[in-house]
């Protein structure tokens, strides 16, 4: 789309300027917020917008639970997916056309560096698991533990390589649009890849601690939606300005009574419950954990005495849920008016067009990123033991020991316990 401005002044004559402006760019005040924005209660076009996200909203969930349904390893590459065409938005956030075409390796430089903190980043949590799906007499295991022992200096190698290669395409009045482009590249790994990659790290420990609290997420935005949609009054804050007190307030209450129940059902499943130490398909069987056991909770007094049940079962995980829940409805939304505020900065309504009734993969994603964190935190903090096991040595010794190695270790030990 094109358009002329023509400006003027009185001592210079008119000039007529041509700029180019994505179909997503909004023309916004700095940061003030234009009161004529109507709320979704006083959108006459609102029921059009919520039949065609609603369709929206649909697809993705059900694409959702199907890929949730296939097991750890397709719900990972949905993840590493999704991170791709994040990173492939806000690369091109920032894109300028005439300075792309002076500069022909900028963009595979980009992805180079994306490419080797995902390499990082996944080597050290998938690493273990793919020697466990490797067995002591096949090639592969040798390769994969020689990889594994030099995992580290394989990926500083890489980064360095796209250092000396940053450094030798600098020209002469690009340079601040090469740092520029440097910089935001690091920010897209330190803000968004590195935080939406604890979403990995969970699905491992249990495709449990990845479902409830992407799903507590989702709960909170269809329910703010709605809230807002049909109720919506007072407005929340000024970098969202259709956001509003009516639907943040129902939506944390409908996404906190949601996590107690949906612990529930989820924590019946050993399949969803169950780790997983390496890389093949397939459900899993385990003894539950004792947090997926039900216990008796005895009601309060205050109950009233009609009532018909005087103490119900109750999963233990169900009251880590609603920490998860508590989190999910008012820190998690933050990350959503971060990137509110972010848009603004950069005049755009959406990230993309890749969702109707949405926008891109990145505005869906806002609020997931901060939730992801905030689960793999609370898990290793609260949930995963840390003291040292059998499983977890033998972990040290098939990551950090040569096959060779492995053997003599077999033999000292044998030799030992024959002593004893």
Partial sequence: MEEEIVTSSPSTPVHRLRHRRRSNEVVLDGDR????????????????????RTYSTLWMIGGFVLVVY???????????????????????????????????????????FFFTAMLFVYGRILSQRLANTMTADQFFYRLVSGLIKYHMAICYSLYIIGFIWFILTLKKRMYKYQFGQYAWTHMILIVVFTQSSFTVANIFEGIFWFLLPASLIIINDIFAYIFGFFFGRTPLIKLSPKKTWEGFVGA?????????????????????TCPRQDLSTGWLQCDADPLFKPEPFALPAWIPGWFPWKEIMVLPVQ??????GLFASIIAPFGGFFASGFKRAFKIKDFGDSIPGHG????????????AVFAYIYLQSFIVSQ??????MLDQILTNLTFEEQQALFMKLGQMLKLQ
């Fill in 360 to 371: 891109g993969i990145t505005d869906r994603m806002d609020c997931q990123m901060v939730m």
């Fill in 387 to 392: 003291s040292v096991s059998v499983d977890k």
């Fill in 319 to 324: 009251w880590h849920a609603l920490c998860h």
């Fill in 33 to 52: 917020v234009n009161p004529a924005t109507p709320l979704l209660v006083n959108d006459r076009n609102k029921y059009k917008s919520f039949m065609v």
């Fill in 70 to 112: 296939m097991g750890h390893l397709y719900i990972t590459a949905m993840v590493v997916v999704i991170q791709i065409f994040m990173a492939k938005e806000l690369f091109n956030l920032l894109r300028k056309a005439p300075e792309d075409k002076c500069l022909p390796w900028i963009k595979q430089l980009n992805w180079h």
């Fill in 252 to 272: 944390s209450v409908t996404t906190i009574i949601s996590a107690f129940f949906l612990a529930n059902v989820l924590g019946r499943f050993p399949w969803l």
